[in-house]
């Protein structure tokens, strides 16, 4: 058990050391803190040296890496072992991008000849819509596209299509479908015209009740507009692992992009699942995009683990989550483009180590994945930071941001990035009672005044950072920026000793609303009183079902 190892006792040693310590304090100590705690890989400067630890508590985190056997770990992953037991899946979203030639035997196949197949696929069925020469069903161009999908075939796509924004082929447009509720479809629709639209049905399973069902509705709304039968071969393509679901649904297999069972769901953007993103900036983009991802996985795969920015950013994250009480970790991108990565993030992390038991089925014996959360910068200056800043809890932060911004305005993006260095350096430094007081006094304040509002104006500052910089966000940068975190979530999950890979906990709400949605009634039905839930589910239902008798009727 990882908490009983030698790693784990010498840093709660330290812990209790450094909690009586100011981080601001580490950095007078240590004149090379800077430098000693950053490091730049695949076009990404990591600095955590605003992280409240030494470098006895680093060189205790990789004990603690090698305790839990995180470089075997790393290459098992890599080589395609199923490490996703309780699936009885390999993990290899790496070899989606992995562009080293090397053969890479799954099941007695060679994956990569079908990896490099599939995107050959993709590449020319881009080239040939984005030039035109694929048409609608009265010859207009397509060049509206709609993806329908949720969960992993949903906020990785997205993400990557609003953070590339700038790459965005003329004339393009790309919407996502996501929610079951009608009013993103009807929402989306209305500025739709059915001549010129492809609508992807993004579904690693082809059984999601909110794709499959705006699917059907989708298909239903072309059928009304102009288009027949026939047609449905030009305007709906379908990317999954399921091709006789993908048949049944009357999508042609020839318009099936196919990936792997072994593509987890939420690592699935680098797969055909990112079809929406090579329509909308280029498949040469695309490429890109998986190029800057496959530069990290070298980096992650080689670096030794003290040199190793995923494992790294990874270990800081077990040390403010498990040694120093961070239950909470906020994303915090300083670039409006990225203000989707939030929310990708919150799914990557969140539904990867959200997970209560170790892979062997045991009680996990210490806290697992934190509450992920976020908003671009400056947003959130204006709203939570407050909390961060003052709150009773302390929560961790990564900030991330170009130094050059890609539409540069005025001075934009220096006040956007002196934002950015203000935050991490007064979450860090704060600010002392007698710091706030003398600057009452130079103010002019009265003695009572500043007995008043002295302690309302301290910070109280040791507030654990990362700052991540780029250079521009481009489809390189954001590829490894994606894969960073990727690997720094597998190596967190490698320390605690759970399954990133499954999702187990989404499944009892989805059998749960096939229940419910049975007795629910349609508008104008009167239904008998519900009684088969709990009370508090029996009286909703009940209430919702008087309502919609009324409403009827
Ligand atoms: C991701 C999860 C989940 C999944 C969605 C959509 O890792 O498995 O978010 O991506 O539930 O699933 P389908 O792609 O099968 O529709």
């Known amino acids: 058990m990882i908490t009983q190892t030698d790693a784990w006792r010498a840093l709660e040693t330290d812990a209790e050391v450094l909690k009586l310590t100011h981080t601001r304090a580490l950095f007078h100590e240590d004149p090379m803190r800077f430098e000693r705690f950053s490091l730049e890989a695949a076009g990404i400067f990591l600095d955590f040296s605003k992280n409240k630890f030494t470098q006895k508590t680093l060189k205790n985190l990789i004990m603690l890496a090698a305790s839990a056997d995180l470089e075997d770990a790393r290459e098992r992953m890599f080589i395609g072992e199923k490490i996703n037991v309780t699936e009885d899946r390999a993990v290899l979203h790496t070899a989606l991008r992995d562009f080293s030639n090397r053969a890479l035997e799954v099941g007695g196949e060679d994956i990569s000849i079908s990896v490099r197949a599939e995107r050959e696929k993709m590449r020319v069925f881009s080239q040939s819509l984005i030039s035109g020469e694929t048409k609608g069903f009265t010859g207009a161009p397509l060049d509206t596209v709609v993806n329908i999908g949720i969960g992993g075939s949903d906020l990785g796509p997205q993400m990557v299509v609003e953070a590339l924004r700038p790459y965005w082929l003329k004339g393009r447009r790309c919407f996502f479908v996501t929610n079951v509720d009608g009013q993103h479809l009807a929402d989306t629709l209305t500025q739709l015209d059915p001549e010129r639209t492809l609508f992807i049905i993004a579904s690693k ?17 072309f059928l009304n507009r102009g288009g027949s039968e026939a047609d449905i071969a030009k305007h709906f ?15 042609d297999r020839e318009n099936m992009f196919v990936f792997w069972d072994w593509v987890g769901g939420r690592y699935s953007l680098w797969s055909a699942i990112g079809l929406s993103i090579a329509l909308q900036v280029g498949f040469n983009n695309f490429e890109k995009l998986l190029r800057g991802a496959y530069d990290m996985d070298e980096h992650f795969r080689t670096a030794p683990l003290g040199e ?50 170790t892979i062997e089925g045991a009680m996990a014996p210490c806290a697992t994945g934190p509450v992920v959360f976020g908003e671009p910068g400056t947003n959130g200056q204006h709203a939570f930071y407050q909390l961060m800043h003052q709150g009773t809890d302390v929560m961790s932060a990564d900030f991330i941001a170009p130094a050059l911004s890609q539409t540069p305005l005025g001075d934009h993006h220096e006040k956007l990035l002196a934002n950015f260095l203000a935050q991490t350096e007064a979450l860090m430094c704060g600010k002392s009672e007698q710091d706030v007081r003398e600057e009452l006094t130079d103010e002019g304040r009265t003695p009572q005044e500043i007995d008043r509002l002295a302690s309302h104006k301290v910070f109280p500052g040791d507030r654990p950072t990362n700052s991540i910089l780029m250079e521009k966000l481009t489809p390189e940068s954001l590829g490894a920026l994606i894969a960073l975190y990727e690997h720094k979530i597998f190596c967190q999950g490698v320390i ?58």
């Open 205 to 221: 399973t082809f059984t999601t009740q909110e794709t499959m069902t705006n699917a059907a509705s989708a298909r239903e709304w």
């Open 237 to 251: 393509v379908a990317l999954s692992t399921n091709a006789p679901a993908v048949e049944a649904f009357g999508i």
């Open 308 to 357: 190793n920015m995923p494992a790294l950013l990874a270990l800081i994250g077990v040390w403010n989550r498990n040694f120093m009480d961070c239950g909470v970790h906020a994303i915090l991108p300083y670039d409006q483009h990225l203000n989707r990565f939030p929310a990708y993030l919150q799914q990557a992390d969140m539904e990867s180590s959200g997970k209560s038991r």
């Open 496 to 553: 605690w000793g759970i399954n990133s890979f499954d999702q187990w906990g989404v499944e009892l709400g989805k059998v749960l609303a096939k229940a419910v949605l049975l007795e629910l009634a349609a508008i104008g039905e009167a239904k008998p009183a519900i009684c088969a839930h709990d009370a508090s589910t029996n009286g909703l239902i009940n209430w919702i079902n008087q309502i919609r008798r009324q409403k009827g009727g």
